[in-house]
């Protein structure tokens, strides 16, 4: 297994996250390469947007959103987790296999270093099914 870095991209509830505390936390994850895209709201991702990461290269997506009940829009995390259930679905059908995209609910004890756990795992996750 090689260690080859990884492109994730991580798309993130304006409402959840502090951008800056964000993208000084993905600056440290080591050689991996995550780009953060910030949204008005998790439910505003698009399945577009989630598969052209994909098509752009991305071995990873991650969409971050509230704590299930905390949405400010009310169901913005549901319609996101749906989202990403579908688009993992179509990848699956295009070959390309399931547990390439992830939906990380904000855990209001840990905040960031929970998601960064979680991030660590998911690329874990990708390299062992990529075999990297």
Known sequence: MTNKPLNIVLFYCANALDAAALRKNAGETGADDIKTVSLPCSGKVNLLYLLKAVEKGADGVVVI???HGDCKFLEGNLRAQKRVEAVD???FE???GRGHIRVI???TENGVKHIF????????QIRVSSGR
């Open 117 to 124: 756990e979680e991030i660590e795992n998911f690329k874990n």
């Open 94 to 96: 295009s070959g390309l």
């Open 65 to 67: 959103t509230c704590h």
């Open 89 to 91: 679905a179509l990848l």
């Open 105 to 107: 609910q904000k855990n």
